[in-house]
């Protein structure tokens, strides 16, 4: 793949990240906790999931080999009582930034740092293919959170003529 190719799907990544960003303005603080499905995640929770179980752990833990903080279950979808949505954004925000340098400096083609057993098995073979399923993976999170919204307040983010 060449350089274009990788800026058009950091374009594609972007424009879901804008998404999920989006589907939150207007909403209160709140609504953006309250559970509107029966498993109980949230507008917020969901946000945090994008963060922790999505670009922090494809990009800075699996590519990167990074050690940091990783979570089990549902865990990161439950945000604390003391942390505010705003802050589980500015920090949604800082680590699309943390992935987008990893993003910038490393191949396409280079494989997985690290994985563990206890993940299962390895359905990714390089960068390119994590970059992939976190498009898929934001994306799909973006759809939700309309949804959400749209139970929430009738607010309709994409309306198809």
């Not at 303005?25 to 559970?35: A, F, I, K, L, T």
């Not at 509107?36 to 494809?58: A, I």
């Not at 191949?107 to 976190?134: F, I, K, N, Y």
């Not at 999170?141 to 949804?147: I, K, P, Q, S």
Request: proline share 5%; net charge negative.
């Amino acid at each position: 793949m060449t350089d274009d190719d990788k800026a058009l799907l950091i374009a594609y990544l972007n424009s879901a990240r804008a998404h999920v960003r989006e589907v939150l303005e207007g909403v209160s603080e709140e609504d953006r906790r309250r559970p509107l499905v029966p498993s109980g995640w949230s507008m917020v929770g969901v946000v945090q999931h994008l963060t922790l179980d999505v670009e922090r752990f494809w990009f800075r833990v699996v590519m990167a080999g990074e050690d940091v903080p990783l979570y089990t279950g549902m865990d990161a979808w439950q945000v604390p009582a003391d942390v505010t949505s705003e802050q589980v954004v500015e920090t949604y925000d800082r680590e699309c930034s943390i992935a987008d340098e990893i993003i910038g400096r490393t191949p396409l083609s280079a494989t997985p740092v690290l994985w563990r057993e206890e993940w299962g098995p390895l359905e990714v073979e390089s960068l390119l293919d994590v970059v992939v399923h976190v498009i898929k993976e934001t994306a799909t999170h973006a759809g939700h959170l309309d949804v959400a919204r749209e139970l929430l307040d009738g607010h309709q983010h994409l309306v198809m003529p």
